[in-house]
């Protein structure tokens, strides 16, 4: 269910709410809205402020009983942290908790005060957009009795600017990218029986046909496409299933523009269920499995987005789809293929399967010619060794690229950091039998398989993201709800909008 957003100039004491978000500058709750509220509801909130130590702290939630001393049931105070440093990326998550805190409350409407000397560029509209991203909920596969009561349905901005058709545009705005966003998080929540690559791909297509007038279209290649067409990677991973594979390419060209454009690239992985194949996973955790397509669902989010933000460059959207099973036809260790690509690659781990599947992906975008490629991929567990599971490991093919992605990360307000090249370990991928061996030794795993996706891009500029730990999380933080996130979603489009402005 989505949640209506509004925007209007009341004054937050007078409204009528369930809830009332006031932001916090640390150290500043005893003055401005804050204050006034503390005031009117007197001592118990003091009280309770005392025993909870606010301080305006960055991430800090307090909610508040008003007791009938205005009209709202309650205020929750969402900590700023300091005011020097606050960005568009922490106001949003700010207004992301207090979203969740009204969900966690049963309050079904919500109105967020909008601070007027923060700064911030389109404060509107970054409100809109926490206050969507932080009210997410996956319900699809709950009864009516399951699901929840009074989940959060309006949110009002209370805001000192003036209110005409241009902020209202620009709040919408806001709202329609954040749901943009929680595409990414219905594909990776979806159960696998239900989103399986033929599925995946009729969203994709369905998503296109929403969004044709805005420059969206999809084209898809199945099993025999594939095979015919020489993607012989990505049709290995799924011929151990009876769901067969998918292609799918995603487009957006801005309606209505005729002529050459900057040609970007974006490519996804996307296992919908993956098993290890012959190299069986253990079978604890293996239900979050579902969300081994992350990267494909980011991608179709991406082109959700694109189609509301409108920038003046073309995108291509690639996804290579399949299901990793055990099965008497399954591709093995030892195996032998060829690539879209031309060269030969031995299997030597069937539970190593995205790396092959955007092999083929990333190959073919090669064709397209673009300026800039990314593939992004829940693709290895080394990386989450390394960096934890709300960090995102990346490389680049040059230190200008990795710098537009690390300023691109921190104006999204998403952790990546920058992961090394090391071009000694190449020497893993040799193998005796074809042109490479897939995957190396243990050690540098996620190194690695960088390396081995590196063979397939040739000279286009390309940014690998292997979103393996934030792609789930296991409990709400920032602007992400517990399950799929979308991670990554937010840092290409600000990432789209450094490599336009570049040409500028």
């Not at 390394?386 to 690390?406: F, H, I, N, Q, W």
Request: glycine residues 12%; aromatic residues 6%; hydrophobic residues 40%.
């Amino acid at each position: 269910m989505s949640i209506k957003v509004t925007v209007t100039s009341a004054d937050p004491r007078h409204s009528a709410a369930d809830m009332v978000a006031v932001g916090v500058t640390a150290g500043s709750l005893r003055k401005g809205l804050s204050r006034d509220f503390l005031k009117a509801i007197g001592s118990s909130a003091n009280k309770t402020v005392k025993r909870a130590d606010f301080t305006g702290k960055t991430g800090q939630v307090l909610r508040v009983a008003t007791g009938g001393s205005v009209k709202a049931d309650s205020v929750v105070f969402v900590g700023l942290g300091d005011a020097v440093s606050l960005t568009y990326a922490g106001f949003r998550a700010a207004i992301a908790a207090a979203a969740r805190a009204a969900n966690g409350a049963r309050c079904t409407s919500l109105a967020v005060a909008i601070p007027d000397d923060t700064g911030i560029e389109n404060i509107e509209a970054c409100a809109a957009e926490g206050a969507v991203l932080g009210g997410y909920r996956y319900e699809a596969f709950k009864t009516e009795e399951h699901r929840a009561k009074y989940p959060l349905e309006r949110v009002t901005l209370l805001t000192g600017s003036k209110v005409n058709a241009g902020l209202r545009d620009m709040v919408d705005g806001g709202r329609r990218l954040a749901e943009a966003v929680c595409r990414a998080r219905d594909l990776i929540n979806c159960p696998p029986n239900e989103l399986y690559p033929a599925a995946l791909a009729d969203y994709a297509k369905a998503v296109a046909k929403e969004h044709k007038a805005d420059g969206l279209s999809c084209v898809v290649w199945g099993d025999k496409k594939l095979k015919d067409e020489g993607m012989l990677l990505l049709s290995a991973v799924g011929q151990g299933s009876v769901r067969g594979p998918r292609f799918i390419h995603m487009t957006y060209r801005p309606p209505g523009v005729k002529g050459e454009l900057k040609k970007l690239c974006f490519v996804g992985k996307g296992l919908t269920f993956d098993t290890g194949g012959i190299c069986i996973k253990p079978a604890p955790g293996m239900e979050d499995m579902k969300g081994d397509m992350g990267g494909a669902a980011n991608i179709v989010a991406l082109m959700a987005a694109l189609a509301v933000t409108q920038p003046n460059v073309e995108v291509h959207g690639l996804i290579a789809s399949a299901e990793n099973m055990p099965d008497g036809n399954s591709y093995r260790p030892g195996d032998v293929f060829g690539s879209y690509e031309g060269k030969t690659v031995e299997i030597i781990n069937t539970d190593a399967e995205g790396r092959l599947a955007l092999a083929d992906a990333l190959a073919y975008g090669v064709k397209l010619e673009p300026e800039f490629m990314l593939c992004n991929a829940t693709l290895t567990g080394a990386c989450m060794v390394a960096l934890g599971p709300t960090v995102s490991g990346y490389y680049a093919t040059d230190d200008a690229l990795a710098e537009k992605m690390r300023a691109a990360a921190k104006t999204a307000g998403e952790s990546m950091w920058h992961m090394p090249l090391v071009e000694s370990l190449r020497e893993m991928l040799k193998s005796d039998w074809a042109d490479l061996k897939h995957m190396g030794d243990r050690w540098g795993g996620s190194i690695t398989a960088a390396l081995f996706l590196r063979e397939f891009v040739g000279d286009t500029p390309w940014v690998h993201v292997d979103i393996a730990g934030p792609s789930m999380s296991t409990k709400n933080y920032g602007i992400y709800t517990k399950g799929g996130t979308g991670h990554g979603v937010l840092t290409y489009l600000a990432l789209i909008d450094d490599l336009i402005a570049a040409d500028d």
